[in-house]
């Protein structure tokens, strides 16, 4: 299944960089640098300018990488969901839960991954066929917050995004997370057309992550 598929590219990148840059040319950039330092899991969010064509250029780029996966973020409505699917976005996250997003996601078999921060909302992401919940902002809630809601939600597969950095990585999956978010403090240098500082914090990230799974 398409949709089990993606899951796994997603659980298997263990990090998904959130790439928000100033223009087009940068964008791809910072995404060619994340990806040069092993960092394989990608969300352009849609804050971007031309962002629908940035995830159709990189889904074109890296089509023959079968680790690389690429999704779309930022994602507040159903009519934005369809374009970045329809230009290649494998997966759609938001900062909140929209139902109708859900929608269109499911019938496109496309996992969505909704920003929630309480337990109604995860339980009502979850009845709309949500496989896995962004808990955001985690710097407001930590992860403390993850053995809570692993008590009432045993099987849920959880991403935080927001106040992951290098120094709490380990914390978040020790507590349970499947994967997690990292934003600015991955592409640092990004603003300043730095790519090789991103490289650099990306394989720093990707080190970490194998020493938590190795560990």
Known sequence: MKKVDILTKMKNAGIIAVIRSKNFENAIKTVDAVIAGGITGIELTFTVPQADQVIAKLTEKYKNNHNVVIGAGTVLDPVSARIAILNGAEFIVSPSFNP?????CNLYEVPYTPGCMTPSEIQLALETGV???KIFPGNVVSYKMISDLKGPFPYLSIMPTGGVNLDNL??????GVSLVGAGSNLTT?????DYEQVTSMAQKYHKELMAIRNS
Not at 170 to 175: I, P, T, V, Y
């Open 189 to 193: 240098g990004a603003d300043k057309n």
């Open 170 to 175: 380990a914390e978040w999956f020790k507590a």
């Open 100 to 104: 109708e997003v859900a929608k269109i």
């Open 131 to 133: 496989d896995i919940v």
